[in-house]
């Protein structure tokens, strides 16, 4: 923004408001450039209808890309390296998303929601064309979760004998009192 910014003030000297306007972008130029540095964490969203929303704007930015580069707007270069760059950052944020959405609900015990976001993630990183340690990484996560999803409904086809008794219980509770 400040390279164009100059460009225009050189082409245009007069246009109003182009100093303080080359200023501020400058400044945050040179804030961005210390916060390069700094690794801020990424707080994924908590529902699935904010990650979808979060998702469509990133394929939709990686389309705009691809259309830049059509037009001849990217150089080819940049596009050969950054479009790898933007599929993972793609890849990451879904597999992480609905990885994150499948152990909240396996901690609120909706283990057929769990199983569906663990499906679609693996299915996701199967499919993906990326194969690289952080698919291997979290596979192998997706696998102990799976497995953890997999052990509750073990222990309990195990032992039926509580639902059962609860239900002698309960049938005793509205069958006609006897007088002894």
């Keep these: 923004i400040a390279e164009n910014l100059v460009g225009l003030k050189q ?14 972008a400058c400044d945050q130029a040179v804030s961005l450039k210390a916060q390069s540095g700094t690794a801020s964490p990424l707080v994924l969203p908590d ?16 389309q705009v890309f691809t259309n830049l580069h059509q037009y001849g707007k990217v150089d080819a270069n940049e596009y050969a390296t950054q479009l790898p760059r933007l599929q993972k950052l793609l890849l990451r944020f879904e597999v992480e998303g609905y990885m994150k959405l499948g152990t909240q609900a396996l901690n609120m015990h909706q283990h ?12 996701r990183l199967i499919g993906s064309a990326v194969t690289d340690e952080y698919t291997q990484q979290q596979l192998a996560l997706l696998q102990e979760l799976m497995d953890h999803l ?6 309990a086809g ?16 509205f069958q006609p009192k006897k007088k002894w």
């Design 158 to 173: 195990a032992a039926p004998a509580p639902d059962e008794q609860e239900k002698d219980d309960s049938t005793d509770l």
């Design 11 to 24: 082409c245009e000297p007069n246009t109003p408001n182009i100093d303080s306007s080359l200023k501020f």
């Design 150 to 155: 997999d052990r509750p409904s073990e222990t």
């Design 47 to 62: 529902n699935e209808q904010a990650l979808f929303t979060v998702l469509k704007h990133m394929r939709r930015l990686l």
């Design 112 to 123: 057929g929601s769990a199983r569906t976001y663990f499906e679609f993630t693996y299915n």
